[in-house]
């Protein structure tokens, strides 16, 4: 069975770092992307930051130079370090996690993502 399970969540003040984990398992093969999203209460889930196999990145525009995903395949392993954090980061944020290899780069798409983890929440106080 697929696992997806994040940490690393925390409060923390405005300007300050947070380092976000997915460990995945229950998997006999390499993931085609894997990504992070975040849902705040009452807005809809957006799409963060997202890798492919190969280790193209894709950035949504309000975390480009302040967030960076990165993932170790050996550990099976997504990260998100997030720096210079804002209190309009705050949310619940989920790892997510396809099969398709893209051509390219992975998108910011929620529903290209067939596997979800539970979400580790981050609150980012001013």
């Known amino acids: 069975q697929v696992q997806l399970v994040e940490s690393g969540g925390g409060s923390v003040q405005a300007g300050g770092s947070l380092r976000l984990s997915c460990a995945a398992s229950?998997?006999?093969?390499?993931?085609?992307?894997m990504g992070w999203f975040r849902q705040a209460p009452g807005k809809e889930r957006e799409g963060v930051a997202t890798i492919s196999s190969g280790g193209l990145t894709t950035y949504a525009d309000s975390v480009k130079g302040r967030f960076t995903v990165s993932k170790d395949n050996a550990k099976n392993t997504l990260y998100l370090e997030m720096n210079s954090l804002k209190p309009e980061d705050t949310a619940m944020y989920y790892c997510?996690?396809?099969?398709?290899?893209?051509?390219?780069?992975?998108?910011?798409?929620?529903?290209?993502?067939?596997?979800w983890g539970q979400g580790t929440q981050v609150t980012v106080s001013s």
């Open positions: 997510a996690a396809d099969r398709l290899i893209p051509l390219g780069w992975c998108s910011l798409r929620g529903t290209d993502f067939g596997y």
């Open positions: 229950g998997l006999s093969y390499r993931w085609g992307c």
